[in-house]
């Protein structure tokens, strides 16, 4: 959904809008949503002096993005397959604490502990889980979302001191929020707590951009020759901050 307002005249012109997005997408407990807000225009001060505006704010609310399932989807996993029992069953899974395999799988071609494939009591051949089983596990158990503020303003005064010299300035920022939230819910309780974990991060980036220029610009010969000259200083701090 989209809403928008403009007006103008001889103050000049502005605008707002509004943008709701909100996709559900094909694969279960995935969504992405999204507000924006933007609002621009410009205003005439007077005959000689201008201020050009510009803010847009963006918010983006992602879950379980779909790059978590790409290797699944493109191989053909079934998403109805039984992945509990591949999952929990004890005959996938070695559950007995004291065996140094604990918490691994089996894989086809299990054998026995005198085997030479075995290097410091552990089996080469183990896999930590089926990783088709995994995708679907983390599909229907665990959350991963990351949600995005991001804001870009800036405004720039023009002064006109004569009909062919003028002073520009201008101030940007660009300021990014991120949060991100994992929650992935333990594999098995008994007889000891075996995975899960909540992991929560924060990002905050931002970039201040300061401009002045002073320009030169006019036409010679009746026209036939234009002379245009800027100078100016800039200077531009940022600030990376995660935690």
């Known amino acids: 959904a989209n809403v928008a307002v403009s007006n103008g005249g001889d103050y000049g012109n502005t605008r707002f809008s509004y943008t709701n997005y909100d996709y559900q997408g094909i694969v279960p407990d995935f969504y992405q949503k999204k507000n924006s807000v933007s609002f621009a225009g410009k205003l005439n001060i007077s005959p000689k002096v201008t201020i050009d505006f510009s803010n847009n704010f963006y918010n983006i609310k992602t879950q379980n993005r779909i790059t978590e399932w790409a290797v699944g989807m493109v191989n053909g996993l079934n998403r109805d397959a039984p992945y509990e029992e591949m999952m929990a069953n004890g005959k996938y899974m070695v559950t007995d604490p004291d065996n140094p395999n604990f918490g691994y799988y089996y894989t086809d071609d299990y054998r026995d502990f005198d085997d030479p494939d075995y290097v410091d009591g552990i089996l080469q051949q183990y896999y930590p889980q089926s990783p088709m089983a995994l995708q679907l596990y983390q599909r229907d158990n665990n ?23 003028y002073l520009v300035g201008q101030i940007s920022i660009d300021l990014t929020n991120t949060d991100i939230e994992n929650k992935e819910k333990p594999l098995a309780v008994d007889p000891v707590i075996l995975g899960g974990e909540y992991r929560v991060q924060k990002e905050k980036a931002l970039n201040q951009e300061y401009r002045a220029f002073l ?26 901050d995660k935690l």
Do not use: C
């Open 143 to 165: 959350r991963y979302t990351d949600e995005k503020s991001h804001l870009i303003s800036s405004i720039r005064p023009t002064a006109y001191l004569t009909d062919w010299l």
């Open 215 to 240: 320009n030169f610009d006019k036409s010679a010969m009746e026209d036939r020759l234009k002379i245009f000259v800027m100078g100016g200083v800039t200077y531009n701090r940022q600030f990376r």
